[in-house]
């Protein structure tokens, strides 16, 4: 008999997980999606050019809250949940609301659905949104160049657009980003990556993604989303983790995943978090993955000009996972606001625009930061209003890119950089060296 099966994700590892597992598999019949996390994704099709034989009209892509009835109305006999950064009770949640329905609840494991390179895979993932994976994978596309080796990045996707057209993106340049009308988030990950002269990959179609990057370098690097695991099997799987979160985790699925697969486990932010609460890291990795590689590192707050922010009143604007579904309370910005004397930080919230106002309802623990929201050109506009009608004498933006290219911001704006700094020895490229296949 066919069973059929509805995919829980996020515009992510859910098509991954049906074009390496369901897909052309005749035991399956996949009747749908559901969506979270991100605004707007669903209402959509998974189109039938992506979708196989078995499905020319597509697959319908329904919200999150449907998932009961849509159990009950299909006679959906399994539910794989294929979605990252969600607390272990949570997940738990969704699996008794399914099992209640009337269907198995399944998580396929990480391997199985890991496709093999011909090329030596660095993995970059970590145990939690926001703990630093992307400045990570650029000090190892870094290390790579210095060692001699062609590098090439391939990004977890963010697929907000025409899932047709976005099946295999390869960006060189901005006119890149531009082309592909790249939404913030994807920007925050793409153009960083671009400005170093390194290509980077991101779409739907892993296979295909793979095969493309496999042309044209020696060592591919696995750039990760949220704290989800890697798409292509590494040969060196490297686990960021955030001190400022510490005991997350054990508590977050599938970021434990990551941290009992992790060869090299980097204590990220070491120069901003407390002692104890970094020795409260180390003690859970050498407890739970004793083989792991520990490297401390720092996450450097690099701003344009210091002096300019000292007695200032300024926005904060922040990257928006890390705000969002990553339960972050500061970043970047806040860190520089307060190590180069700020007079203090203005709140947005009495003048959000649009999108932004349901976003701090969803997400009440924001506080007085601005999450740099982004994930449609509506967003983006409303980004736009909310800092413009915000009173400040100075917008921080901690955000990846330069969000001045993106958006007219009236008050005068500093980028806030933050950037990968071993902390100690052993460094990041001593452990990579030893254990990167020659």
Not at 187 to 195: G, N
Not at 200 to 209: F, L, M, N, S, V
Not at 399 to 417: G, K, M, N
């Given at each position: 008999m066919v069973e059929k099966v509805i995919i829980m994700g996020a515009a992510g590892r859910d098509f991954h997980n049906f074009n390496v597992y369901f897909r052309d598999n005749h035991r399956y019949q996949v009747v749908g999606f559901t969506a979270t996390q991100i605004p707007n994704i669903d209402g959509r099709c998974y189109p039938a050019a992506l979708s196989g034989t078995l499905y020319p009209e597509g697959i319908p892509i329904y919200p999150d809250r449907e998932l009961a009835d849509l159990i009950r109305r299909h006679g959906a006999d399994l539910v794989a949940f294929s979605y990252s950064d969600v607390p272990h009770?949570?997940?738990?949640?969704?699996?008794?609301?399914?099992?209640?329905?009337?269907?198995?609840?399944?998580?396929?494991?990480?391997?199985?659905?890991?496709?093999?390179?011909?090329?030596?895979?660095?993995?970059?993932?970590?145990?939690?949104?926001?703990?630093?994976?992307?400045?990570?994978?650029?000090?190892?596309?870094?290390?790579?160049?210095?060692?001699?080796?062609?590098a090439v990045s391939v990004r977890h996707p963010m697929p907000y657009g025409d899932l047709a057209e976005q099946a295999v993106q390869r960006f060189a340049s901005h006119a890149d980003l531009d082309r592909h009308r790249c939404t913030i988030e994807?920007?925050?990950?793409?153009?960083?990556?671009?400005?170093?002269?390194?290509?980077?990959?991101?779409?739907?179609?892993?296979?295909?993604?793979?095969?493309?990057?496999?042309?044209e370098a020696d060592v591919i690097v696995w750039d990760g989303g949220n704290n989800d695991t890697p798409f292509y099997k590494p040969d060196v799987h490297i686990v960021v983790f955030d001190p400022h979160r510490a005991g997350h985790e054990t508590l977050y699925h599938p970021g434990e995943t990551n941290m009992l697969m992790a060869d090299i486990a980097i204590i990220n932010k070491v120069d901003s978090a407390e002692p104890e609460k970094v020795e409260q890291v180390r003690r859970t990795i050498e407890r739970h993955n004793p083989s792991a590689a520990i490297i401390l590192a720092d996450s450097a707050v690099i701003p344009e000009d210091p002096d300019a922010i000292r007695g200032k009143q300024v926005l904060v604007v922040e990257d928006g996972p890390t705000l969002t579904h990553g339960e972050m309370s500061f970043g970047a910005g806040v860190i520089a606001a307060r190590r180069f004397g700020a007079k203090g930080m203005v709140d947005p919230r009495p003048f959000l625009e649009g999108s932004l106002v349901k976003t701090f309802e969803d997400y009440p623990g924001i506080g007085t930061l601005l999450p740099a929201m982004g994930y449609s050109a509506a967003q983006v506009r409303d980004l736009e209003a909310t800092i413009n009608r915000t009173p400040?004498?100075?917008?921080?933006?901690?955000?990846?890119?330069?969000?001045?290219?993106?958006?007219?911001?009236?008050?005068?704006?500093?980028?806030?950089?933050?950037?990968?700094?071993?902390?100690s020895r052993p460094t990041l490229a001593e452990v990579l060296r030893a254990r990167l296949p020659a």
């Open positions: 009770t949570e997940v738990m949640h969704k699996a008794s609301i399914v099992t209640a329905a009337g269907a198995d609840f399944i998580i396929i494991g990480a391997p199985y659905t890991m496709l093999q390179s011909t090329r030596p895979i660095v993995s970059v993932c970590a145990v939690r949104t926001g703990c630093g994976k992307s400045q990570t994978s650029r000090q190892v596309l870094r290390i790579l160049r210095e060692m001699g080796k062609r994807e920007r925050e990950e793409y153009e960083p990556v671009v400005d170093m002269g390194v290509v980077i990959y991101a779409g739907i179609d892993y296979e295909k993604i793979l095969r493309q990057a496999e042309t400040c004498d100075l917008v921080l933006s901690a955000t990846p890119i330069d969000l001045a290219r993106i958006i007219t911001v009236r008050h005068p704006i500093q980028r806030i950089r933050y950037e990968y700094q071993d902390n």
